[in-house]
């Protein structure tokens, strides 16, 4: 089994057993993919076939896992200012592959062509560019995010169709899925929510921080960075 990664504007396929480069592939470095916090340490994902990943020059692509060979790229346009736009960290399984872009919209593309199958414009009649609040999160079979308004908003996976909002949140970070729940973290507070309806089930606050600027999970913890530290959390029982 091989390891694939990327390192800076290179994704690289290693052998396991003696660290040789199977194959890279480089992309352009733009300016705006920072919107996402998309660098060097930008996260693909992994499909049977193919890997995913966002191009800090407004793309989404995808690379043959053999060969490295370009399968497609979706470009985003300009942004009406002439701003690059770009796109998160994108998420996928077996039917599609999604991710938000700043140009305010949630995509879901067939992974074997890069085809469109919807888009979801989450700008709600606002002028800004990039509403959605970093990348998204698959939890249940929906689709969540944060959204600049304050507010957790959840689509269905497989029409983009909006199935409920819940407000009152001030986001830094992205929400994350674990343990069959939504997990965010806002200001000095990290809450999980029922993916299938929003409902609150566990809240936990932390006054030593300041304010929450990242969470992220390896599948069993929670990892909560904040002005300058990181603390491991074991996801707490349900309360409600």
């Not at 599609?96 to 879901?108: C, E, L, P």
Request: proline content about 5%.
């Amino acid at each position: 089994m091989d390891v694939e990664g990327i390192l800076r504007f290179e994704f690289f396929r290693l052998a396991k057993s003696d660290g040789s480069v199977r194959w890279t592939s480089r992309w352009k470095p733009g300016l705006s993919g920072f919107v996402f916090g998309l660098s060097e340490s930008a996260s693909p994902a992994f499909g049977k076939r193919a890997v995913f990943f966002a191009t800090e020059t407004g793309g989404l692509r995808a690379l043959d896992r053999e060969s490295g060979n370009i399968l497609w790229t979706h470009q985003l346009p300009k942004g009406e200012d002439g701003r690059l736009l770009a796109f998160g960290d994108p998420i996928s399984d077996e039917g599609a592959v999604y991710a938000a872009g700043t140009d305010g919209a949630v995509y879901a593309f067939d992974p074997a062509t890069g085809g469109v199958l919807w888009k979801a414009d989450q700008r709600q009649g606002r002028d800004q560019c990039g509403p959605i609040a970093g990348s998204l999160a698959k939890a249940g079979g929906k689709l969540c995010f944060c959204h600049v308004n304050n507010s957790v908003v959840c689509l269905g996976a497989k029409d983009g169709r909006e199935l409920w909002t819940k407000k009152g949140f001030f986001f830094h970070t992205p929400p994350v899925a674990l343990k069959g729940l939504l997990w965010v973290a806002s200001g000095t507070t990290v809450s999980a929510l029922d993916p299938a309806t929003g409902a609150l089930r566990a809240e936990e606050s932390f006054p030593f921080i300041e304010y929450a600027e990242g969470l992220v999970t390896d599948g069993r913890y929670l990892y909560l960075s904040y002005n300058g530290g990181v603390s491991q959390i074991e996801p707490f029982a349900s309360d409600r």
